[in-house]
């Protein structure tokens, strides 16, 4: 897995979306007036802002996250101590979340805004290698600042969509409004679609710094098949906790069952775990589907066997 061509690819995306919204103004200000665009520019803004400084703290409300200190918890907290040391980052503020969906999630408004919080059912249900493995997958979401990135990208489809509701209904002159009304909704869903591909991009990454900092691929392959697998046996009523926030989440809860059909065949010993073996030999037989690649596209987070075969790249 090459880092650069992650970065590349990333980057390209980010700036074509930021092209998407320029260009969609630009062009309504040719279709209506040059001054028209400057308060839609300027409420786009706000918009951005806005998500920018109460994003962190709906994750709060939404996840039921409360802050610990080391003696709350001496090893969740040592561990990402450690980590944060190794990945050159400030310490950010150690969070569980009191939801039984076993999963991690990373955000806040900059590094030394950091929070990395973990589920109680996480903490139930991973070892150290695997706990340590997630853990490292999530500072380095904060160490390459892409939960920033994300947030402030999500914003644009809905200013899409905006923009479509607002001109379906005549705003402006009538054949100018319904070709803005109908760009605008093909716009949304692109741009929905870019943001998707955008978070897939960013969980490898991630992934690939998680190994950087422990030096165990397996470890999290491990960890990725403990949460499907456990995610599987979690009542829907609370699956739908973490519905809202799942972007942010280590693993995509709502594709769990799909998932760990595929992942079963790696856990040869059946022991709920996998170790370098293990998870060699399920890269070297494992192949996704081109149905698999097609629902990936819809999805925020990578297919899981083309994840685990990743990982098990890295060398």
Same mark, same amino acid.
């Given at each position: 897995m090459s880092t650069l061509w992650l970065h590349t690819r990333l980057a390209i995306a980010i700036a074509i979306m930021f092209a998407i919204i320029y260009g969609f103004i630009t062009l309504i200000a040719y279709l209506l007036g040059f001054a028209y665009p400057v308060p839609l520019a300027i409420f786009a803004f706000l918009i951005m802002l806005i998500q920018y400084i109460t994003g962190p703290k709906m994750v709060e409300m939404s996840m039921r996250v409360r802050y610990i200190k080391r003696e709350d918890n001496p090893r969740l907290y040592d561990m990402v101590e450690r980590l944060s040391n190794a990945a050159g980052i400030p310490m950010p503020r150690v969070g569980i979340s009191q939801i039984q969906v076993p999963n991690a999630f990373a955000f806040g408004r900059s590094r030394k805004d950091g929070r990395v919080c973990v589920t109680l059912g996480l903490l139930k249900r991973l070892n150290d290698e695997e706990l340590e493995a997630v853990l490292g997958h999530e500072l380095s979401h904060l160490r390459h600042r892409d939960m920033v990135v994300i947030t402030t =990208? +999500?914003?644009?489809?809905?200013?899409?969509? $905006?923009?479509?509701? +607002?001109?379906?209904?005549? !705003?402006?002159?009538?054949?100018?409004? &319904?070709?803005? &009304? =109908?760009? &605008?909704? $093909?716009?949304?869903? =692109?741009?929905?679609? #870019?943001?998707?591909?955008? +978070? !897939? #991009? !960013?969980?490898?990454y991630a992934d690939y710094g998680s190994v950087e900092l422990t030096g165990k691929p397996y470890a999290l392959a491990s960890a990725l098949y403990r949460i499907t697998l456990d995610t599987t046996r979690i009542d829907e009523k609370e699956l739908k906790k973490v519905e809202g926030a799942k972007a942010f989440l280590a693993t995509d809860p709502s594709t769990a069952r799909r998932d760990v059909s595929d992942l079963r065949e790696a856990d040869m010993n059946l022991d709920g775990h996998l170790d370098m073996y293990e998870v060699e030999r399920f890269a070297e037989r494992a192949k996704v589907t081109t149905a698999d690649k097609i629902l990936e596209i819809f999805s925020s987070h990578p297919n899981m066997v083309e994840r685990v075969k990743k990982l098990a790249s890295i060398k």
């Open positions: =990208l +999500s914003v644009i489809p809905l200013i899409c969509y $905006f923009i479509f509701w +607002s001109f379906l209904w005549g !705003r402006g002159r009538r054949d100018e409004g &319904a070709v803005i &009304a =109908l760009i &605008a909704f $093909f716009l949304y869903m =692109l741009t929905n679609l #870019i943001v998707l591909y955008v +978070s !897939r #991009i !960013r969980e490898y």
